[in-house]
């Protein structure tokens, strides 16, 4: 399959688990250039947002500094509106290529972005075995170690190393 498409994903990522990491991995597949924006980049050490955009900036590079560093991967932040309606037009005013395809990881996701990209394509969490950011976040604020088995390990160490 020839990568000739611009992606783009948007996200928290607070914090970064493994139905991302799958998302993004699929995204891969077809794209020669993919945006991961981190939204709500304004926020931090909230209950919703407990990560920095630094924080989480390291969980991607823990992971995918390679790509990051060939440009096939680009990073950027993006602060919350809080306007449905006029997220779309927020989110492409911050990518400097015209997308092609955006990878959609709940329905609510997709229906913002359905008719304004090409191509949207919805990876369901439902249909794969992967818990949400906020369950995770759930965990790790009663101390309930099983949260490790839901993020990439190089993002654990990452957490770990901020004491949470």
């Not at 060939?70 to 449905?84: A, C, L, T, V, W």
């Not at 997308?99 to 229906?111: C, E, H, K, R, T």
Request: hydrophobic content about 35%; overall charge positive.
């Amino acid at each position: 399959m020839q990568k000739n498409k611009i992606g783009l994903i948007c996200g928290r990522f607070n914090p970064l688990h493994l139905g991302h990491t799958f998302l993004i991995n699929k995204a891969l597949l077809i794209t020669k250039k993919l945006y991961i924006l981190i939204g709500s980049s304004q926020e931090e050490k909230t209950l919703k947002n407990p990560y920095s955009y630094q924080n989480r900036l390291s969980f991607f590079k823990s992971i995918y500094g390679e790509k990051i560093k060939k440009g096939i991967i680009k990073i950027q932040p993006i602060e919350d509106i809080n306007d449905p309606p006029n997220w779309v037009s927020h989110v492409l005013q911050h990518i400097p290529d015209k997308v092609d395809i955006y990878f959609a990881g709940s329905p609510l996701d997709s229906d913002l972005f359905q008719n304004k990209i090409p191509i949207v394509c919805n990876i369901n969490r439902e249909n794969n075995d992967f818990k949400s950011a906020t369950y995770i976040r759930h965990l790790i604020q009663e101390g309930d170690t099983s949260w490790v088995n839901l993020v990439p390990e190089k993002v654990v160490k990452i957490i770990k190393g901020l004491g949470e």
